[in-house]
């Protein structure tokens, strides 16, 4: 599960962004980031801000797991599907496996890919849906520390660059599968419903798109309320 952030505003287009484990300061010309486990790091000039970006820029942007090419991601010598649970499967909290989610993965396994959910959430409710859908799981993975993603790589005797990570969060599901390397999609969120402390996170992705799409990042066409 994501910890509880604090947003600040503090004038002159600079913003705080406070949590348990990590903050982001971001300004229009200084990014400083600190991370639990490392030490602090002051990211100046634009060389260096377009790094921090680059580590959020996904490799491809759908609408939903259902505009994926399948075909394609095989063709690139992918085998492993790293997904995110909630807002990306499934509706936040959703208890049920749809009848369109269950076509999907039939339709991947079939191609041959193995498919494992990489989710934040709480170790019952992701054992809970796993047990239903019949996928493997790493539920509390704490993304985007490597971690999750490197359970579930070992699980099956994957390397990175054999794997997708695909998910509805840039600070979580696009950044952690770029740190290792990992091929990142990056979907809409299914629905606007979803815990607090993603709600503000959401915030900060607000401010983080723009600059992404000013470096090519093209949102996918779609009728939903997203970002």
Not at 14 to 31: I, K, Q
Not at 100 to 111: C, G, S, V
Request: with cysteine.
């Amino acid at each position: 599960m994501n910890r509880p952030l604090l947003l600040c505003t503090l004038g002159m287009g600079r913003v705080a962004v406070l949590s348990w484990s990590t903050a982001y300061m971001t300004s229009s010309w200084r990014y400083c980031v600190f991370e639990t486990g490392t030490s602090s790091k002051l990211i100046n000039g634009t060389g260096d801000v377009v790094s921090w970006l680059q580590s959020l820029m996904p490799n491809e942007y759908a609408s939903s797991i259902y505009e994926i090419d399948l075909e394609r991601l095989w063709n690139q010598g992918i085998r492993l599907i790293l997904t995110d649970l909630d807002n990306t499967l499934v509706p936040w909290n959703h208890p049920d496996v749809p009848e369109d989610l269950a076509t999907w993965l039939n339709k991947a396994h079939a191609r041959g890919f193995h498919v494992c959910i990489v989710s934040n959430n709480s170790s019952g409710r992701v054992e809970e849906f796993a047990a239903l859908s019949g996928l493997p799981a790493v539920g509390a993975a704490k993304k985007p520390k490597p971690v999750g993603f490197l359970e579930a790589l070992q699980r099956f005797d994957m390397r990175a660059e054999q794997a997708v990570m695909v998910g509805d969060q840039l600070f979580t599901d696009v950044r952690g599968g770029n740190r290792l390397g990992i091929y990142t999609i990056l979907v809409l969120p299914i629905e606007s419903k979803e815990w607090w402390g993603t709600r503000i996170v959401r915030n900060v992705e607000r401010m983080a798109m723009p600059l992404l799409r000013a470096r090519g990042l093209k949102r996918p066409n779609s009728n939903s309320l997203r970002r």
